[in-house]
Structures are given as C-alpha cells and as structure tokens.
C-alpha cells in the first residue's frame, strides 16, 4: 500500500463526506417545500434518514485513519446544496426539475461509492469496502426508486398544471 493511493483514498472518503452533506441539504430543501406530492416527500424524507447515516458510516472510515474531513469542501457542498435549492424556487416546473436533479445527484454519488470501494479494496481496507458498498445499495435503491416514479410526479404536475387555480410546482 502506497501513501500516494492513501491520501488518494482518504481525500474521496473527505468529498464523500462532503457529497452526503450536500445531498442532506438538498434533499431537506426539497421535502420542505413538496406540498402536492405525499409518495415523492415520503421517499425523499425517508432517503434523510439513509443520508445522514452514511455521513457517520463514512466519518467512521475518516476516524479509522485519523484524520479530519474537510471543513472547506464541507462548507462549498453547503453552499453549493443552497444555491441549488434556492435555484428550484424560480421555476414553474419545481418539482419535475427537482426530480431529475435528484435522479442525477444519486447517479454521481452511485459512481462516487464505486470508486471508493475499488480504492479500498486496493488498499486491502475491506471494512471500508463493505461500508462503502452498503451505501451504494441505498444510492441505487434511491436512483431506480426516483427513476421509476419520474413518470407519476411528471404527470402529476402536467393534470395539476392545467387545472386553473391549483399549484402544481411544488
């Protein structure tokens, strides 16, 4: 195991941390705001729940090597989540754009896990690995989960869109 491949590693496992902040934010943002959609804010509410215990599961790798997370990416994924939050505001279609950005959001951090595992498991951390792989599954259940009922929220907002005096955005 080289120091390079470590500090690779442990630098992913601090934006990692980072990345599960961020998704907190968002997604927090988005429940708050969900009015008209009971199945999506359910889900939503219930992936917070998944969110912050992968931000102790992944701590825990960061503690198991002694070092400290990033406060400035932790503080860029606050402000990033914010202005993404507050970006959906502006926008007729809130909650259909919400949904695909979340759709996304759950493919990169899909991709993120991943490539940790492979880290860890170059680095023989299997710990790590099965961590890492633990949140993975809850990244995937989420991304088929939000893909799947992508049509239902789409035509929700489309039949309350064109209902006069019903909102339909959020």
Request: charged share 20%.
């Given at each position: 195991m080289s120091?390079?491949?470590?500090?690779h590693f442990l630098d992913?496992?601090?934006?990692?941390?980072a990345m599960e902040k961020q998704a907190e934010k968002m997604l927090e943002k988005m429940a708050s705001r969900l009015e008209h959609y009971p199945d999506l804010k359910l889900r939503i509410?219930?992936?917070?729940?998944?969110?912050r215990e992968h931000q102790t599961l992944v701590q825990s790798v960061i503690d198991r090597y002694s070092?400290?997370?990033s406060v400035l990416k932790d503080i860029a994924g606050k402000i990033s989540a914010f202005g993404q939050s507050i970006g959906g505001v502006m926008v007729e279609d809130?909650?259909?754009k919400g949904a695909i950005s979340?759709?996304?959001?759950?493919?990169?951090?899909i991709a993120s896990y991943t490539?940790?595992?492979?880290?860890?498991?170059?680095l023989n951390d299997h710990g790590s690995a099965d961590i890492f792989s633990r949140i993975r599954e809850q990244e995937i259940a989420m991304a088929d989960w939000t893909l799947t009922h992508l049509p239902d929220?789409?035509?929700?907002y489309l039949i309350r869109s064109a209902t006069p005096g019903v909102e339909a955005k959020k």
């Open positions: 120091n390079n491949s470590e500090a992913w496992v601090r934006d990692a941390h509410e219930q992936h917070i729940v998944e969110t070092t400290s997370q809130e909650v259909v979340g759709n996304v959001f759950e493919h990169l951090e490539s940790l595992i492979a880290a860890a498991q170059h929220v789409t035509e929700q």
